[in-house]
C-alpha cells in the first residue's frame, strides 16, 4: 500500500526555519520523482520543490534561495527544508510522489508564519 507521511510543520515566527520530512511506503522510491506542494488560505494548491530521481531539483519562484528539497534513498525520506519563513509561506505541505495526478499524495502538515 502507497503511504506517504509527512510531519515537521508547527507555528513558527517570521525568519524562522523548519524542515518538513516525508516518509514513504509502498513505492519504488529510487524510480519516483518527489514533490512539495501547498496551499494557503483561500489559495489554490501550488507546487514548491521538486526532485528528480537522479537528485536533479526545481523550485517556485517564490521559494527560490530560502527552500531546499533533499531525498535518501536508504529511508525512503524526502525533506523541505525551509529558511527564512514568511508569513505568505502559512499553508497545508504536502508531499507527492509521481506529479499532480498521480493520485499519491500525504495528508498534509501545517505550517504557519506568525509573530
Known amino acids: 500500500q502507497v503511504q506517504l507521511v509527512e510531519s515537521g510543520g508547527g507555528l513558527v515566527q517570521p525568519g524562522a526555519s523548519l524542515i518538513l520530512s516525508c516518509s514513504t511506503t509502498?513505492?519504488?522510491?529510487?524510480?519516483?520523482?518527489m514533490n512539495w506542494y501547498r496551499q494557503g488560505p483561500g489559495r489554490q494548491r501550488d507546487l514548491v520543490a521538486i526532485?528528480?530521481?537522479?537528485?536533479?531539483?526545481t523550485y517556485a519562484g517564490f521559494v527560490k534561495g530560502r527552500f531546499n528539497i533533499s531525498r535518501d534513498t536508504i529511508t525512503k525520506t524526502v525533506y523541505l527544508q525551509m529558511n527564512s519563513l514568511k508569513p505568505e509561506d502559512t499553508g497545508v505541505y504536502y508531499c507527492?510522489?509521481?506529479?499532480?495526478?498521480?493520485?499519491?499524495w500525504g495528508q498534509g502538515t501545517q505550517v504557519t508564519v506568525s509573530s
Open positions: 509502498g513505492i519504488d522510491f529510487r524510480r519516483y520523482t
Open positions: 526532485i528528480a530521481p537522479g537528485g536533479l531539483t
Open positions: 507527492n510522489a509521481g506529479g499532480k495526478d498521480s493520485g499519491m
